[in-house]
């Protein structure tokens, strides 16, 4: 299994700033995935992080708009720039361990 | 890779057993059928997977026909609790290890 820690749980930000999302894993993992889930939507996937690597996006998703790092295998950030009221969602980050997907709690975000 | 279809929505009362049906004709020979629940405010939880026929853990049943085009999570005697929602997803992952989402069930149950 995995515990992952999602900080913040939320926050409520003015637009034109950017946010900074912090993930941690309790053990070391290939991959981390980070996904955003809109008002009463499904979970989109924006990207997924490797680590010593640049991170590889979806469809819609542009590194400028959400920029990721990955400095080692139980840590990652995703920042949410330039944020408009659009970009109102949770954000989650997730990883798998064998064949089990482990999400953290996610993190609220209000863009005002 | 497979899509799925899911109800948008189902409800229940307490003590029934629940029945979700998720379609994915195009499920390949090496595909999984996953299922995962989601409460307000949190991420998504593993409930549970299967290949074929019926895998069953305390959690829930998941049945699946022979020609796999199909399956079905089963919540025995469901509670309040268990208001959620719940997604299918087969594959579990496609070939980049990522995770595909449908839209999901919403499942309400009622006093």
């Known amino acids: 299994s995995a515990v992952i820690s999602q900080k913040p749980s939320r926050d409520i930000c003015q637009r034109g700033t950017s946010l900074t999302i912090q993930c941690q894993v309790d053990?070391?993992?290939?991959?981390m995935f980070w996904y955003r889930q809109q008002p009463g939507q499904s979970l989109t996937l924006i990207a997924t992080?490797?680590?010593?690597?640049?991170?590889?996006?979806e469809s819609g998703f542009v590194i400028d708009k959400f920029p990721i790092s990955r400095p080692n295998l139980t840590f990652s950030t995703l920042t949410v720039s330039n944020m408009s009221p659009e970009d109102s969602s949770i954000y989650l980050c997730?990883?798998?361990?064998?064949?089990?997907?482990?999400f953290g709690q996610g993190t609220r975000l209000t863009v005002v | 890779l497979a899509k799925t279809t899911q109800p948008i929505s189902m409800d229940s009362y307490e003590g029934q057993e629940v029945n979700i049906t998720c379609s994915h004709n195009?499920?390949?020979?090496?595909?999984?059928i996953t299922w995962y629940q989601q409460f307000p405010s949190q991420g998504p939880r593993f409930i549970i997977q299967g290949y074929k026929t019926k895998v069953t853990n305390e959690v829930a049943s998941l049945f699946i026909p022979a020609d796999r085009k199909s399956s079905t999570l089963s919540l025995p005697r469901v509670s309040l609790s268990d208001t959620a929602v719940y997604y299918c997803?087969?594959?579990?992952?496609?070939?980049?290890?990522?995770?595909?989402f449908g839209s999901g069930t919403r499942l309400l149950v009622r006093p």
């Open positions: 997803l087969s594959p579990w992952m496609d070939s980049s290890y990522k995770l595909i």
């Open positions: 053990s070391q993992v290939t991959m």
């Open positions: 195009n499920i390949a020979t090496n595909d999984y």
């Open positions: 997730s990883v798998d361990v064998g064949t089990e997907a482990f």
């Open positions: 992080a490797n680590q010593g690597s640049e991170a590889t996006y």
